[in-house]
T-cell receptor, first 113, second 113 residues
Framework: DVKVTQSSRYLVKRTGEKVFLECVQDMDHENMFWYRQDPGLGLRLIYFSYDVKMKEKGDIPEGYSVSREKKERFSLILESASTNQTSMYLC????????????FGPGTRLTVT | DQQVKQNSPSLSVQEGRISILNCDYTNSMFDYFLWYKKYPAEGPTFLISISSIKDKNEDGRFTVFLNKSAKHLSLHIVPSQPGDSAVYFCAARLTDSWGKLQFGAGTQVVVTP
């Protein structure tokens, strides 16, 4: 079974803090993704990576950056957290094949106060 | 601009009956469609998918129908069970996009005894 783990289930940070969210997958997947989920908006793609050190902006990259130094690990960074970044953050990974399934981690509920 | 739309935020169905979830899309370049199920405080889990060259895919109690001319897909769950109570997301993949998915806003399904 594919396993995607995220470093924290719940986080509370203050406005202006730098926040690191870590994601690790154990199935040698090429692609990794960061989403945020907000009520009524579904999942929105923040950034994705299709290879080590390669990254592409998703639909809502503003205020975020990412890092992928190793194939299994994809980090999301909030350079200066703001209250509008309070959300559920979901990491996913997938193989580079014709099948499109992404496998998700359990999510990190981030609250910025 | 939301390219994948789930217009019903919620659905209530009696145990044993059929649940029908609907999804509309606007982009003709989507080549793969997926349904995910999400319980609270967990990541989404993949349910079933369909290629744009097919019009039906079945897996146990779950069947997905694709109507390309109407840009519409639906998920049928028969029979519905209490464990099916969850949020269901429709997702679509753009051709040649490194596996990026566009998600709908989700439909909350409640299965009542």
């Amino acid at each position: 079974d594919v396993k995607v783990t995220q470093s924290s289930r719940y986080l509370v940070k203050r406005t202006g803090e730098k926040v690191f969210l870590e994601c690790v997958q154990d199935m040698d997947h090429e692609n990794m993704f960061w989403y945020r989920q907000d009520p009524g908006l579904g999942l929105r793609l923040i950034y994705f990576s299709y290879d080590v050190k390669m990254k592409e902006k998703g639909d809502i990259p503003e205020g975020y950056s990412v890092s992928r130094e190793k194939k299994e690990r994809f980090s999301l960074i909030l350079e200066s957290a703001s209250t509008n970044q309070t959300s559920m953050y979901l990491c996913a990974s997938s193989l580079e094949t014709d099948r499109a399934e992404q496998y998700f981690g359990p999510g990190t509920r981030l609250t910025v106060t | 601009d939301q390219q994948v739309k789930q217009n019903s935020p919620s659905l209530s169905v009696q145990e044993g009956r059929i649940s029908i979830l609907n999804c509309d899309y606007t982009n003709s370049m989507f080549d793969y469609f997926l349904w995910y199920k999400k319980y609270p405080a967990e990541g989404p889990t993949f349910l079933i998918s369909i290629s744009s060259i097919k019009d039906k895919n079945e897996d146990g109690r779950f069947t997905v129908f694709l109507n390309k001319s109407a840009k519409h897909l639906s998920l049928h769950i028969v029979p519905s069970q209490p464990g099916d109570s969850a949020v269901y997301f429709c997702a679509a993949r753009l051709t040649d996009s490194w596996g990026k998915l566009q998600f709908g806003a989700g439909t909350q399904v409640v299965v009542t005894p």
